[in-house]
């Protein structure tokens, strides 16, 4: 059963030589000598709590546990590595499902396509699934880059849930849901992305972060990915990296 109104937490990690967009440089102890002069309870990794944010109308039940959701949709790879955390400790969370689905390049959702005024082939599962964490608490999906529809700026929706039973036809069942969120992208790289085809060939005009409905503009508290180059072009595609903390009682 789906858990209304829960609380998250994120924390966010990375290599500050890869990184091309730090959504948390702005919470950087401004002096690292006393930082670590703190006692080791204040020095510890601090969770920042966030609201979650809207499921949306495209969410399909039953959808497929793989660790790739792309099925041929090869342009501007994304590989994502999601952290999930528990929010009081900020003990990494083993054996939960991180579930994503978001459009395609030209802005359409597996299951239902058309909505964006394209016309493609529709199977109901690309660009859809998830993946258990390992003991670190990471989930390591491969998709693409999203692309934006009408009234909306580039996002992946994501959930968390614990507790789920892997199904023989490749789906899950059971367990509980813990976060609701989405996961949002530098407007930089997404400007760079757009150039690219298929992207270029969308024909609805971009809802820019800054424009957008759903983003409040909490950087990484938000949702939004640290990104770094797997080379050049820009179709050479991403990696996103975020900690998602949730509570679980």
């Known amino acids: 059963m789906r858990l209304e109104h829960r609380r998250a937490a994120v924390v966010e990690h990375g290599d500050p030589a890869a990184v091309v967009v730090r959504p948390d440089d702005a919470r950087r102890p401004a002096h690292p000598a006393a930082a670590a002069d703190a006692s080791p309870a204040a020095a510890a990794a601090v969770c920042t709590l966030t609201k979650e944010m809207t499921e949306g109308p495209y969410y399909l039940d039953g959808q497929l546990v793989r660790s ?106 059971g367990g509980q849901e813990l976060h609701t969120g989405q996961l949002f992208f530098s407007e930089t790289v997404t400007t760079a992305v757009a150039k690219v085809s298929p992207y270029s060939t969308n024909t609805v005009t971009r809802t820019t972060l800054a424009q957008d409905s759903t983003f409040d503009d909490g950087g990484a508290a938000s949702g939004l990915l640290t990104l770094t180059t797997l080379g050049s072009p820009a179709s050479s595609g991403y990696a996103g990296t975020l900690t998602l903390g949730v509570e679980q009682s």
């Not at 258990?132 to 959930?159: D, E, F, Q």
């Open 68 to 173: 790739d959701i792309t099925e041929g949709k090869a342009i501007a790879p994304l590989k994502l590595a999601l952290t999930v955390v528990d929010d009081d400790t900020c003990a990494p969370l083993g054996n939960a499902l991180v579930e994503i689905w978001h459009c395609d390049a030209l802005g359409e959702y597996s299951g239902f396509v058309g909505n964006n005024g394209h016309t493609e082939p529709d199977d109901g599962t690309f660009l859809r699934g998830g993946v258990l964490t390992n003991s670190s608490g990471v989930a390591n999906i491969t998709t693409i880059y999203p692309g934006w529809y009408r009234g909306r700026c580039v996002h992946i929706h994501v959930k968390v849930h614990t507790g789920v039973t892997l199904t023989s036809d490749g789906s899950f069942t």
